[in-house]
């Protein structure tokens, strides 16, 4: 039998803090919650977030999301305690931005060149 993925596991150092991140800066339903363990809805694949205490996201996977607006959701995001890796980049396909959650995670940011 071939196994089955389950889900993305992220180790967090504030449960709350990051399901607040993860919801309210991309708008991912919260599926499960309390204070060690939380799991959000992203498209059909779930993020979970363990709390471990000194996490750092550092070797982490990173995590990729298309959104309308690169610099709308930087703003977002920055609010809510991410950092910016660098410049907004504007390759041949679109905007690209990479940032750091508050716990250390990668997260890159797409917006797509319109289709005509």
Same mark, same amino acid.
């Given at each position: 039998?071939?196994?089955?993925?389950?889900?993305?596991?992220?180790?967090?150092?504030?449960?709350?803090?990051?399901?607040?991140?993860? +919801?309210? @800066?991309?708008? *991912?339903?919260?599926?499960?919650?309390?204070?060690?363990?939380?799991?959000?809805? #992203?498209?059909? /694949?779930?993020?979970?977030?363990?709390?471990?205490?000194?996490?750092?996201?550092?070797?982490?996977?990173?995590?990729?999301?298309?959104?309308?607006?690169?610099?709308?959701?930087?703003?977002?995001?920055? +609010?809510? @305690?991410?950092? *910016?890796?660098?410049?907004?980049?504007?390759?041949?396909?679109?905007?690209?931005? #990479?940032?750091? /959650?508050?716990?250390?995670?990668?997260?890159?940011?797409?917006?797509?060149?319109?289709?005509?």
């Amino acid at each position: 039998m071939a196994a089955t993925f389950k889900h993305i596991m992220l180790m967090v150092n504030d449960v709350e803090s990051a399901v607040k991140f993860y +919801s309210e @800066g991309f708008g *991912l339903d919260v599926k499960k919650n309390s204070s060690a363990w939380a799991e959000l809805d #992203a498209g059909g /694949t779930t993020i979970a977030l363990h709390s471990a205490e000194g996490a750092n996201g550092g070797s982490s996977p990173i995590l990729s999301f298309q959104v309308d607006n690169v610099e709308q959701r930087v703003n977002q995001l920055e +609010s809510l @305690g991410a950092t *910016l890796e660098g410049p907004i980049r504007e390759p041949s396909f679109g905007k690209v931005a #990479a940032m750091r /959650t508050p716990d250390g995670h990668l997260v890159s940011l797409l917006e797509p060149n319109q289709q005509n």
